[in-house]
């Protein structure tokens, strides 16, 4: 009877300290549940990111910041219209 060899793949994720995780990776992927499930938390922030438009407002203390803000609360506005 020959031994047979066990042949798990390793998460290639590489930890801040340089060293790779060691964990068990999620079949057919490079990288274990736990640093999946950051890289979809991550990948879903920056998505929320790009789609929500709040105003960068200024403090009014010339007609130039007032003329900014006013611009600033149209682009918001529009690109809300705009969206599906």
Do not use: F, K, W
């Given at each position: 009877?020959?031994?047979?060899?066990?042949?798990i793949r390793?998460?290639?994720?590489?930890?801040?300290?340089?060293?790779?995780?060691?964990?068990?990776?999620?079949?057919?992927?490079?990288?274990c549940?736990?640093?999946?499930?950051?890289?979809?938390?991550?990948?879903?922030?920056?998505?929320?990111?790009r789609?929500?438009?709040?105003?960068?407002?200024?403090?009014?203390?010339t007609?130039?910041?007032?003329?900014?803000?006013?611009?600033?609360?149209?682009?918001?506005?529009?690109?809300?219209?705009?969206?599906?």
């Open positions: 009877m020959g031994s047979q060899h066990l042949s390793i998460c290639r994720h590489i930890l801040t300290d340089g060293r790779h995780c060691q964990g068990a990776a999620v079949r057919g992927r490079a990288c549940r736990h640093h999946l499930d950051a890289r979809t938390r991550l990948h879903n922030m920056a998505r929320a990111r789609c929500v438009r709040l105003p960068r407002l200024l403090v009014a203390e007609p130039r910041d007032l003329a900014y803000n006013q611009a600033e609360v149209c682009r918001c506005a529009s690109h809300r219209a705009h969206r599906p």
